[in-house]
């Protein structure tokens, strides 16, 4: 079980957080966006082998949404992409 | 008879006999005793049989490594598949032998054993394929044969999952891990320690050691009452087992028998800041023919039984091994009176004070067991030098042997840090840490005492900044081997096993090699070996050695396969803990719920964890008669439910108006204080996330209202575009869910009922028309009238706060009486809603349904620029493909019910469906069944004729609009 970096309530258990998904570019104003450009805004979501940087809701505890870079390789919380092993 | 107990010494208490049953038989073995040590006590040499060819087997090892006996406990503490050197044997056990049937004296599945050839590696998925594994695949597990789960939960008491922090977590409570406890309480850290044995020791307890010029056991009795004086040492767990490393030095630790009774098992989950591995090492045995007869067992063990549990294993040994650390039990043999017969030891030269332990006995240097005679229990070895010539035999009823130590770098590896090949303990060891965490004495392969007592020190002293202390004085042992990975002299023939307990040989593992199952992780999957419950702690380097040697690389090529949680095997029910039934998760209820049972109600999970009423029975009536009664209330006279479950959210601040326009599909912000609008929300890719009501409560303070089940979601939903994509916009979400209980009176004589409850509120239709609300007083309550309807009929929400909600309700009761008021449960509801063609997510909606198919065009703002979900919606709908849309069903014979989800067909013929029943209701307005339904282009479908198709019959229906009950909405309007 991971242990979560909350900005304000510190270090927390993985199961006080709801995951919200890898953070996706902003939304494109939908229009002014090609269909190809919004289905890809929709469907492809960040997937890499190493850093990436994704979205925890604190739901059992303040309900802060936060953004948090991890590692998929290892779950190490890092810094950002340079951080990284 | 404890025949083979010896007359003194062990940690057992004499003065306390346990009676036990093993295979229906009558025992008695001593407090302290495991249950194996009992039955070696007892002289019960043939235990088990094997899991494949039903060989005879006997007690191999001591502790979690054992790979042979495994156990069903029967009675209170029913538990299947436990080996039997970690059952702590209690009064009263009854155990009996998993893989053999009637008892593994006579057992009929050894008939396997005339066709072991024919069942190599890769048998089963090699001749079981046609036509398909699954046909075979309940007799073969039935014949493997391990033991079943008990048929009942525990019944004399309960789990507990408990999480703890500590700044150093100690596992195991050997030599290391008490130096290192030690040093890093002293430094006045929070310590957690855990051992998997019933007692601190570790190795000490198997050994006659010395530590500062006195017993071993002596220092481990002043090392745990120093800890135990210190509070700052939080926790001492004994018969506790860490069984994983989970990530951010995160670990699971299993207690297995805790002070409390009423505690069965209690899973700990620590977060550790510093984590000393001082799990020790396990002994692993040599691979010779017919080397899982009863009666062979590991040095290791032996030493054990002789010295913890003052048991004989046997009555004259042979040993056999390629490194010193079994002179020491030599050593030990003699000292309790044990005859040696003979020394076997593969190397050709044995160091000097391996030679002055062994004292007396012979020594076969240079040579290796080619064979063992007896089936079921070993009477004899053949002896033969290494290459095979001057064979001998020798008489003996035991065979210890020992293959070498493996460190036990479980828990290391599972905290993904690398292992690294020892040549010269001929071994995989502790590499490069991935956590916070340190491998100290043998589970660093640091095997001698010294040795583990000064890397314990060391680990803890630098993890605590603190200096070194002074080490209790104690005699250096060396240690040497030479790796024996197989016997292959001439003239050794039989199986010889690498993992006991899965029945792999090394046969098997050539045989995977050779069918191009070369990577060692296809190497256990093919064979199985190293699975199981014992995961191979015995046989795993062994197998990495054959296809060593078979391929000709190094082991480090090889690499081990992969560790992976639990270490040890954990109940299932501690991994719960007390997170059974309603304990963890408890069912929410609202201020009329003891008034709904107290009343009969029968009641239904409502989602969200909410309970609600399904309907009030009465005596006599049957389930739809019930029903039916309480629509009827509703449509002829007054009903009333509790619609306080329903999500309730209240949002203040500048910006709600062009939030909730951003949020809903249709236009809110131009909703005036106190007015109502339905609206629908959707997900950002066009699919319906949640209907309900938002009211304008004033200039910039809000109340939305979402489905009982999907509060959360639209909770979390508001709250991340807030935070993360318009984190500038002035907007506060409060849930107010439980701020707010609500009764609803519906039906023509609700506004009857109002005035005899008696309220300050204008309620005509003018005074408080349909979609608004007004504050002020019911029935002399602080009351928010809402006027919208779920049921089409003529309705009053009636909110107020929690503490006046059960008297609200008992006030309506009796006001209601004499229009014939029924409470409504949610079966009554959804007949009502249905008539209405009302939506229900779940229901009509799921992952493919948009407004546009449900007949909602209306609610999709074509004014609004942008609205979540608005492009995705288009962009579908652009593709022009065939949609299904919603319609209502008449069956053409009123008496036909449509069971919910029957597949809509051309004819209701055998073809691809054109739609589905989402829902099908008695309505008691129009006296007959009705459906709602999804169905291709059903909108331009109308008067049509449609089939159900069921198992064996289909049902006609005419496809109308899909509204039962006044559809132009005048009796919810007036």
């Known amino acids: ?85 | 008879m404890q025949n083979r107990r010896l007359p003194s010494g062990g940690g057992i208490d004499r003065g306390r006999p346990l009676a036990f049953r093993f295979n229906g038989k009558e025992y008695t073995g001593l407090s302290g005793d495991t249950l194996a040590s009992a039955l070696l006590a007892n002289n019960v040499r043939l235990t088990a049989r094997s899991f494949k060819y039903h060989r005879p087997r006997g007690i191999v090892g001591s502790g979690p490594e054992e790979p042979a006996t495994l156990v069903e406990l029967e009675g209170r503490r029913a538990s299947a598949n436990q080996a039997a050197t970690t059952v702590r044997l209690a009064d009263g056990m009854s155990a009996r032998s998993v893989n053999c049937w009637p008892s593994p004296g006579l057992d009929m599945g050894a008939v396997n054993q005339l066709f072991a050839g024919l069942i190599p590696a890769g048998f089963y998925y090699k001749t079981f394929k046609w036509p398909s594994w699954h046909l075979y695949e309940p007799m073969i597990r039935k014949a493997a044969g391990l033991a079943g789960a008990p048929e009942a939960p525990p019944l004399d008491g309960h789990f507990e999952a408990v999480h703890a922090h500590a700044d150093v977590l100690v596992v195991g409570a050997g030599p290391a891990g008490l130096m290192a406890a030690l040093v890093a309480g002293r430094a006045g850290c929070r310590v957690f320690l855990a051992d998997e044995r019933a007692e601190a020791g570790g190795s000490l307890l198997d050994r006659r050691l010395e530590i500062a010029g006195k017993p071993a056991l002596d220092w481990v009795a002043d090392s745990v009452a120093e800890l135990k004086s210190m509070p700052n040492v939080t926790h001492l767990l004994q018969d506790a087992s860490v069984w994983a490393y989970r990530e951010h030095n995160c670990l699971m630790v299993n207690e297995r028998s805790p002070a409390n009774s009423n505690v069965l098992e209690r899973n700990w989950r620590v977060r550790a800041g510093q984590v000393i591995l001082a799990t020790g090492a396990f002994e692993r045995g040599l691979v010779f023919p017919e080397n899982d007869r009863p009666g062979v067992m590991l040095a290791s063990a032996a030493q054990a039984y002789v010295n913890r549990f003052a048991v004989m294993p046997g009555e004259r040994a042979v040993f056999f091994a390629n490194n010193d650390s079994a002179y020491g039990v030599v050593a030990d043999f003699r000292a309790s009176g044990i005859e040696v017969a003979a020394i076997v030891d593969s190397r050709d030269v044995v160091p000097d004070f391996a030679r002055k332990l062994a004292g007396d006995v012979p020594i076969r240097a240079g040579s290796v067991v080619i064979g063992v005679r007896g089936k079921r229990a070993v009477r004899g070895v053949t002896v033969a030098e290494r290459g095979g010539h001057g064979t001998e035999k020798i008489y003996c009823d035991l065979l210890l042997h020992s293959g070498g130590w493996n460190p036990t770098v479980h828990l290391f590896s599972q905290s993904r840090g690398n292992l690294r090949y020892d040549e010269s303990l001929a071994t995989f060891v502790p590499d490069e840490a991935a956590q916070a965490c340190v491998s100290v004495g043998g589970a660093a392969g640091k095997l001698s005492l010294a040795s583990a007592l000064r890397t314990g020190a060391e680990a803890a002293a630098k993890a605590t900044g603190t200096e070194m202390p002074n080490l209790p004085a104690v005699v250096e042992e060396s240690y040497s081997i030479a790796p024996l990975w197989q016997v292959d002299a001439r003239g050794a023939k039989g199986k010889a096993f690498l993992d006991i307990q899965n029945d792999v040989t090394v046969d098997d593992v050539h045989l995977a090699l050779l069918e191009g199952y070369d990577n060692v992780e296809h190497v256990k999957r093919y064979t199985t070996g190293g699975m199981g419950f014992d995961q191979g702690k015995t046989g795993n380097i062994n197998i990495i050695g054959a296809i060593a040697l078979q391929k000709g690389v190094p082991l480090q090529d090889v690499g081990t396969t992969t560790f992976r949680p639990p270490y040890t095997p954990v109940s299932f029910g501690a991994i719960g803990g007390i997170r059974e039934e309603n304990v963890v998760l408890p069912y929410r209820h609202t201020p009329v719920t003891r008034w709904n049972l107290d009343r009969g109600a029968f009641m239904y999970e409502a989602g969200a964890r909410w309970r609600r009423p399904g309907y009030f029975p009465r005596d006599g009536e049957t389930f739809q008669e019930t029903v039916n009664r309480e629509c009827r209330a509703v449509r002829e006279g007054v009903g009333v439910y509790d619609g306080s479950p329903l999500g309730k959210f209240e949002l203040k601040g500048r910006d709600v108006g062009r939030f909730l326009d951003h949020i809903y599909t249709n236009l809110m912000s131009t909703l005036k204080a106190g007015q109502c609008r339905y609206g629908l929300m959707l997900t950002e890719d066009g699919l319906i996330l949640d209907d309900g009501v938002a009211m304008r409560l004033g200039e910039h303070r809000w109340l939305v209202s979402t489905s009982t089940a999907h509060a959360d979601t639209v909770h979390g939903h508001m709250e991340e575009l807030l935070q993360t994509q318009f984190p500038e916009w002035n907007v506060y979400v409060t849930p107010v869910t439980s701020q707010w209980n609500n009764a609803t009176v519906c039906g023509p004589k609700a506004r009857e009922l109002m005035a005899a409850l008696g309220t300050d509120i204008d309620l005509s239709p003018k005074g408080l028309p349909f979609m608004s609300f007004a504050d002020g007083h019911v029935a002399g309550l602080p009351a928010r009238v809402v006027r919208v309807s779920f049921t089409g009929e003529l309705s009053f929400e009636l909110n107020v706060a929690p503490r006046h909600m059960r008297d609200l309700w008992e006030r309506i009761m009796e006001a209601g009486e004499p229009f014939g008021i029924e409470p409504v449960g949610s079966e009554a509801s959804h007949v009502l809603r249905v008539e209405k063609g009302f939506l229900s997510l779940g229901h009509e909606v799921d992952g493919t349904v948009d407004a546009h198919d449900l007949g909602m065009s209306w609610i999709m703002s074509k004014k609004k620029r942008d609205y979540v979900g608005k492009r995705s919606v288009e962009l579908r709908r652009r593709g022009n493909a065939i949609r299904r849309e919603l319609v209502g069903l008449l069956p053409v014979d009123p008496n036909d019910q449509i069971p919910e989800g029957a597949p809509l067909t051309p004819g209701g013929e055998r073809c691809p469906t054109e739609g589905l029943v989402t829902a099908c209701v008695w309505s008691v307005v129009l006296d007959r069944w009705v459906a709602l339904a999804l169905l291709e282009n059903g909108l331009s479908r109308h008067s049509e004729t449609v089939h159900a198709r069921l198992k064996n019959a289909t049902i006609a229906a005419d496809v109308m609009e899909p509204v039962f009950h006044d559809p132009e909405g005048l009796r919810m309007r007036s």
């Open chain 1, 1 to 85: 079980m991971m242990l979560i970096p909350c900005p304000f309530c510190g270090h927390r258990n993985e199961s006080e957080f709801t995951y919200g998904g890898p953070v996706k570019p902003d939304r494109p104003d939908p229009n002014a966006t090609s269909d190809e450009d919004w289905v890809e805004y929709l469907t492809t979501v960040p997937n890499p082998f190493g850093p990436v940087q994704e979205r925890w809701w604190h739901a059992r505890g303040c309900g802060t949404w936060l953004t948090i870079w991890r590692d998929t390789r290892t779950h190490d919380i890092v810094e950002g992409p340079s951080d990284a092993e």
